[in-house]
C-alpha cells in the first residue's frame, strides 16, 4: 500500500484499484477506509485512489491530535494530489468525507475537475438536519419488519436520548438483507475520540465555505439515496443550490450506501458523471442543479 508524508510529518496510505482516469475518493467517518471496496464496480471504469485519512486505516496516529479536525484535513488530501503528480483531479467524497472535499474545492478551486458528493455530510456548508426530518423519512420504511425497534431506537437518539446505535443500522440501507448485514459487519465503527476532533472547534466555517463554492467552477454532482435517514435527500438538494453547475441524483431505493443497493446504477450514473461529455453536468448559468431520479418526500 503506497504512503506519502503529510505536511506535519504524518505518514498516510492510500490504496489505488482498477485503471482509467484517476478518481481520489475520501472516506466518511472518520473510518477505515475499507468500507467503499471498489464502490460498486467502479474501478471497471476509473483508477480509484482511496485516501485512509490520518489515524484510521494504515495511516499512522498524528502526533498532533488536533490535526483531526476536518478543515486540517483539506492539507492531506492537497499533499496527496502533489504526491500524485496530478495538476487537476476528479475528486469524490463519501458521508463525512463530503466535508472535507467541499473546504478543498473553496480552498483549491484550481486543482478539482470533477466533483462527487455521495450522500454528503454537510456541516462544512451549515446545512442542519434536524431529527424530525430524519424520523419523516424513516417512516417511508413503515412496512419493514425490522422497523418497530429500529424506530424507536431512532427516535430516542435523534430526540437527544440514549440508545444501542446498532439498532438503528437497517435505516443506512436500501435492503436490509444478508449482504447489508455482512457489510454493516465488516465496517469499522468511527473512532469516537477522532470523530469528537473532527467537527471540533473551527472545523466548519460555512459561511467561508458558501462563499467559495458559489464561484467554483467544477461540475459537482450530488447523489442521494432515497431512503438515507443520515444525509436526507432534501437537505442534499438543499447543498446541490450552493453550487453554480451542479446535477443532483437521487437513487432510488437506496441508503446511505448506494452502490451496495444498487451497483449497476450507482457505477452508470457515477460513470456518466465523470465522462468527458456528460449528460448529467448542471445548467452551469443559472445555479440551479438538474435533478434526476426520486425526487426528495416531504416531511410527514
Known amino acids: 500500500m503506497p504512503t506519502f508524508r503529510a505536511p506535519d510529518g504524518t505518514r498516510l496510505a492510500y490504496r489505488e484499484t482498477g485503471t482509467g482516469t484517476p478518481l ?3 472516506p466518511g467517518g472518520p473510518t477505515d477506509s475499507a468500507y467503499l471496496g471498489d464502490l460498486g464496480g467502479l474501478s471497471a471504469y476509473h483508477r480509484l485512489i ?35 503528480g496530478l495538476p487537476r483531479m476528479d475528486l469524490l467524497g463519501h458521508s463525512a468525507g463530503a466535508n472535507v472535499v467541499t473546504q478543498y474545492a473553496a480552498r483549491h478551486p484550481e486543482h478539482v475537475g470533477r466533483l462527487v458528493l455521495v450522500t454528503p455530510g454537510t456541516r462544512a456548508v451549515g446545512i442542519e438536519i434536524t431529527g424530525a426530518t430524519r424520523r419523516a423519512l424513516a417512516r417511508l420504511r413503515k412496512d419493514e ?13 435523534t430526540g437527544g436520548g440514549r440508545a444501542d446505535g446498532e439498532a438503528i443500522a437497517p435505516f443506512f440501507h436500501g435492503r436490509w438483507d444478508e449482504a447489508a448485514r455482512q457489510h454493516h459487519a465488516r465496517s469499522r465503527p468511527a473512532d469516537e475520540r477522532i470523530a469528537a476532533r473532527f467537527g471540533a472547534e473551527g472545523a466548519f466555517t460555512p459561511e467561508a465555505t458558501r462563499a467559495a463554492l458559489a464561484t467554483l467552477l467544477a461540475p459537482v454532482l450530488l447523489l442521494a439515496g432515497e431512503f438515507d435517514v443520515n444525509s436526507p435527500p432534501r437537505s442534499v438538494a438543499e447543498c ?32 456518466a458523471f465523470l465522462a468527458p ?3 448529467l453536468s448542471g445548467t452551469g448559468r443559472t445555479g440551479r442543479p438538474r435533478t434526476s431520479g426520486t425526487r426528495p418526500s416531504p416531511p410527514r
Not at 485519512?53 to 483539506?74: K, M
Not at 419488519?145 to 437518539?157: G, R, S
Request: proline share 7%; with cysteine.
Open 24 to 26: 481520489v475518493c475520501v
Open 50 to 84: 482511496v485516501l485512509d485519512l490520518r489515524g484510521t486505516g494504515r495511516s499512522a496516529i498524528p502526533e498532533d491530535t488536533s490535526s483531526y479536525r476536518c478543515d486540517r484535513l483539506v492539507d492531506d488530501v492537497e499533499a496527496l494530489r502533489a504526491r500524485l
Open 145 to 157: 419488519p425490522w422497523f418497530p425497534q429500529a424506530y424507536a431506537a431512532l427516535e430516542a437518539i
Open 240 to 271: 446541490a443550490e450552493l453550487f453554480p453547475d451542479a446535477a443532483l441524483v437521487v437513487q432510488p431505493g437506496a441508503g446511505h450506501y448506494p452502490w451496495l443497493d444498487d451497483s449497476a446504477r450507482f457505477v452508470e450514473t457515477l460513470s
Open 277 to 279: 461529455a456528460t449528460g
